[in-house]
């Protein structure tokens, strides 16, 4: 999944800019739009880059957002749980965790009032065990990943000449 300087490039550009059409991606880039189509779609069918519009879900009336974390029955290695969590539209994201916990939750509501709801629904599940939240207040730092691509380049560069060195 080795990226390359124009792999990056492309990943920077569209956090940048992830409306730019094709010509005017290439244009910034100064490769020709067949060459930028061809790479774009080639880090799309890797799964490194995906195009799904983001939604600002306090515009769209759900201003509160909480993580939950959640404890699980272990015999149900979460299966059923994961499906009642998909089933709960208000849920935008679950991982799986280490620590205490077993998944932590993402999920948004139009009021404290409709958290609880949230909260009350998730909970139904008979192999939830315990939940615990945190309301967040504000997001400094909203969701990235442009900068990490440039990183694991150099990453992948810096151990290329430490292989080289050591050979």
């Known amino acids: 999944m080795a990226l390359d300087e124009l792999d990056v490039r492309i990943l920077e550009m569209l956090a940048e800019n992830p409306k730019a059409s094709g010509v005017e991606a290439a244009a910034e880039l100064g490769i020709a739009r067949a060459t930028y189509q061809a790479r774009l779609d080639r880090l799309s069918a890797r799964g490194i880059a995906s195009f799904e519009p ?91 990943s442009g900068s990490l691509a440039r990183r694991a380049l150099e990453d992948a560069l810096a151990t290329a000449r430490d292989d080289e060195g050591d050979a």
């Not at 515009?59 to 939950?68: E, M, R």
């Not at 089933?87 to 939750?105: A, N």
């Open 54 to 144: 983001q939604v600002d879900t306090t515009k769209v009336g759900y201003p509160v957002t909480a993580f939950i974390s959640a404890e699980i029955r272990q015999s149900s290695r979460g299966h059923g749980v994961i499906d009642h969590l998909e089933s709960i539209p208000e849920v935008t994201e679950v991982h799986t965790v280490t620590g205490s916990s077993d998944l932590l939750i993402r999920a948004v509501a139009r009021s404290n009032q409709h958290l609880q709801e949230v909260l009350d629904r998730l909970a139904r599940h008979d192999d939830v065990l315990h939940t615990s939240t945190s309301i967040a207040l504000a997001n400094p730092i909203p969701r990235r």
